[in-house]
């Protein structure tokens, strides 16, 4: 069963119905407080601008010992980035065929194996 939280499809805590990021309890709310203030506090914020970057977020977060769930929120923040990014360049071959013409003559014919 997915996180309760509407539309969210993420795992829940392992000790309740949703995921790390939507847990109304306060112990928890109490936990993403602290976790959005140490981010706030790092001063070095990065942006990162590529998968590469997004994987070593991923990376140090793991290392740095980070619950299960918040690991699962940060997955989950990666996902939607890339999603978000992949959605961006889609957008901007649309945009380079519109100006270009989509050289559909030159089409590959698909491959059968
Ligand atoms: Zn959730």
């Not at 981010?39 to 994987?55: H, L, Q, W, Y």
């Not at 890339?82 to 957008?91: F, G, R, T």
């Amino acid at each position: 069963m997915p996180c309760s939280h509407p539309g969210c499809g993420a795992r829940p805590m392992k000790d309740g119905d949703y995921c790390f990021v939507h847990d109304p309890r306060p112990e928890v709310v109490a936990r993403r407080q602290a976790a959005r203030c140490a981010g706030g506090k790092s001063k070095k914020v990065k942006v990162p601008r590529t998968i590469a970057e997004v994987k070593e977020i991923l990376g140090r977060a793991m290392v740095e010992g980070k619950s299960p769930e918040e690991l699962a929120a940060l997955a989950r923040i990666a996902q939607t980035w890339i999603a978000a990014s992949d959605k961006d360049y889609d957008e901007r071959i649309k945009r380079l065929e519109q100006t270009h013409g989509t050289n559909e003559g030159n089409k590959a014919q698909p491959s059968s194996d």
